[in-house]
């Protein structure tokens, strides 16, 4: 199933750094960028970035641009995927420059996961646990 940018029903907000290594880590996991507005006077600011994953999540960010930022500031945000193969993931992850936040487990609730810390710090959790 491949999602387009119309499907998707939750988009988790980013600021980054660095837009052009989060990109490529981003790319790593299995996001397709879709969409990438620069700022018309100077173009290594992005304004407005999406980032879509087939399996129905969106990004949603730009470069952090400081104080009064409606985003939530680089290294801050935390975001939960739901795969079928969360080891398979995790592994890119790790193999796109991500740490081990906590190894990869089966879950007392059911379920296998584990997170990383991308390369700025944002914590990103990986599982085939599905809430209900």
Avoid: K
Wanted: charged share 20%.
């Amino acid at each position: 199933m491949t999602a387009q940018a119309q499907d998707i029903r939750h988009w988790q907000s980013i600021a980054f750094r660095d837009v052009e290594a989060m990109s490529t880590w981003l790319q790593a996991i299995g996001f397709r960028e879709h969409a990438l507005h620069r700022d018309e006077t100077d173009p290594s600011v992005v304004v407005h970035g999406e980032w879509v994953w087939d399996g129905g999540a969106g990004v949603m960010g730009g470069t952090h641009r400081g104080e009064g930022s409606t985003i939530t500031p680089p290294g801050q945000a935390a975001c939960y995927l739901v795969t079928p193969d969360p080891d398979a993931l995790f592994e890119r992850a790790v193999a796109a420059g991500a740490t081990v936040d906590r190894p990869m487990v089966d879950q007392p609730y059911g379920g296998r996961g584990g997170s990383v810390r991308d390369p700025e710090g944002n914590h990103w959790s990986f599982g085939d646990y599905q809430p209900a």
